[in-house]
């Protein structure tokens, strides 16, 4: 399945930590959709796309959404402040079968979906339909039709995240196994300084050789 991974121009300087850890965690190939090209060296698996010139906030999804429309019926989307602390789940494999799924709109990776509203019916977690963050940008797997129904233009990453639940007739959901274990990169009020919390101490002696904001 496709990954895709985005960058904002002001977030060039968490790549080397989330290429370090993306190749010794996951190691796929995968897009890295952006806009000015990063300095650092892109890692052997990753494929460069460029936007064009990066515009206001509220023109990420404008931008955005032609490269997504170009896109798979299904694909992992993700974005370049995902760290990861522990190999991605072996299952992560099957959970692919969701395409099986009737209009399943996004399997979230991580364990946001339990952090609110949800039903378990014994196989996946099903976010309520009313649940605040059924668009959460945390790494999962998308449907491209629902994506594309809120992925609208003019809007900011925060915009798009925030909009009013709807009963759409989508599903969103995920598992108590689930399969990304990552912290968010940066700390809340201070995107120059990374969250190491929870980390192997080798992740984080190698990460203190490549760069001084943690």
């Known amino acids: 399945m496709k990954i895709i ?47 064009g010139p990066q515009g206001e906030k509220t023109d990420f999804s404008t931008q955005l959404r032609p490269y997504i429309d170009d896109q798979p019926e299904w694909f992992v989307w993700m974005m370049e402040d995902t760290f990861l602390k522990e190999k991605v789940g072996i299952q992560y494999s099957q959970k692919t079968t969701i395409k099986d799924m ?24 099903t976010a309520h339909p009313q649940s605040r963050y ?5 790494p999962s797997i998308w449907n491209k039709e629902f994506l594309l129904q809120y992925l609208t ?14 009963d759409d007739g989508w599903k969103v959901i995920s598992f108590y196994d689930y399969p990304v274990k990552h912290n968010e990169g940066v700390r809340r009020f201070d995107t120059k300084k990374l969250n190491l919390d929870g980390m192997c101490q080798e992740d984080i002696d190698y990460i203190k050789t490549i760069t001084d904001k943690w």
């Open 153 to 166: 233009p003019g809007l900011s990453p925060w915009d798009f995240e925030t909009q009013d639940p709807k």
């Open 102 to 125: 009737f209009f399943t709109g996004r399997c979230d990776l991580t364990k946001d979906v339990q952090s609110r509203q949800f039903s378990d019916n014994g196989l996946c977690l």
């Open 134 to 138: 059924r668009l959460s940008t945390q």
């Open 5 to 51: 991974v985005t960058t904002s121009d002001n977030y060039h300087h968490l790549l080397p930590v989330f290429f370090y850890l993306y190749g010794k965690y996951w190691g796929e190939p995968f897009d890295l959709v952006g806009h000015a090209k990063p300095e650092c060296e892109l890692p052997h698996n990753c494929t460069w796309v460029s936007l």
